[in-house]
């Protein structure tokens, strides 16, 4: 397996310390969540042109892949104007992806409020999506996030689309555990077979019945189960590093978080 962080860690940093980051701590990828001051990358000035072209070979040259581009795209939404919107912004990333030989786009599952039918809505969006990922030779992977850390309820969406092609999940070992109560046997046992990505995190919960953020390996996630559990359904891809700083700027700084997560994982794998 191999490992990513997303630029959430690091919303201040440019792409050479990005870079140097993930070289000097023997990560294999970059996963973009936002960068500088812009959160999603479609719109950023330095992803466009000459700036986009630069930054690809800046990549490509440290012997570095970009693992993912993760969107804030939605699978369900309320409106048929708003499902429009999304699925747009998805053909955005998809064209994105080209520039670094990237193969994934990362998904939300999104609210499924004032739905009468969430998962015959979301198998509409993503039978659409699944032609956009096609197409563009990439997958789009639907984060188990929102009103979708139910891992059960997330594949049953899949099954009603007919299991398409370019549609995986992204498996946040976080969500179904805190928000849904899931053991790791059961949100492996329902994520096998379409696991595209995987993304890390760790927290304590405080007395005010929410939680947060912590390093890897120093919170309650039942890390190693967890661990053992992906392994289990014979999972060999993305370990991506989730540091939400752009969010929770109180937490640790990347210079902390970033090698504590590679040390952590190659002490993990081995």
């Known amino acids: 397996m191999k490992t990513s962080f997303t630029t959430l860690a690091c919303p201040d940093w440019t792409i050479d310390r990005v870079i140097d980051a993930a070289v000097e ?43 993912c581009l993760s969107s804030s795209a939605n699978m369900t939404t309320p409106t048929a104007a708003d499902r429009a919107g999304q699925l747009d912004k998805m053909r ?14 990362r998904i939300f599952g999104g609210t499924i409020k004032d739905i009468a039918d ?5 198998a509409e969006t993503l039978v659409k999506a699944s032609e956009i990922a096609r197409e563009a030779g990439i997958m789009f992977g639907v984060e188990t996030h929102d009103a979708w850390t139910n891992t059960e309820m997330l594949r049953s969406a899949l099954s009603a689309a007919g299991d398409p092609e370019g549609i995986g999940l992204v498996w946040d070992l976080q969500h179904p ?4 109560g899931e053991a790791p046997e059961v949100s492996a046992r329902n994520l096998a077979g379409k696991i595209c990505n995987t993304h890390w995190k760790d927290l304590v919960r405080t007395p005010d019945g929410n939680y947060r953020l912590c390093l890897v390996g120093e919170g309650e996630l039942p890390i190693a189960k967890l661990y053992a559990a992906l392994k289990s359904t014979g999972y060999n891809g993305w370990l991506t590093f989730e ?5 929770h700027p109180e937490i640790e700084e990347p210079e902390i978080s970033i090698p504590a997560f590679a040390n952590f994982i190659n002490q993990l794998k081995s």
């Open 25 to 67: 701590n023997k990560y294999d990828a970059i996963d973009f969540r936002g960068y500088l001051d812009v959160v999603e990358v479609i719109d950023s000035p330095h992803f466009q042109g000459e700036s986009l072209r630069e930054m690809a070979a800046r990549v490509k040259d440290a012997g570095l892949e970009v693992s």
């Open 177 to 180: 555990w805190y928000f849904s």
């Open 243 to 247: 540091w939400e700083k752009r969010w």
């Open 118 to 122: 969430p998962v015959a809505a979301a």
């Open 92 to 105: 955005r990333y998809a064209e994105l992806c080209k520039a670094f030989d990237c193969h994934q786009v």
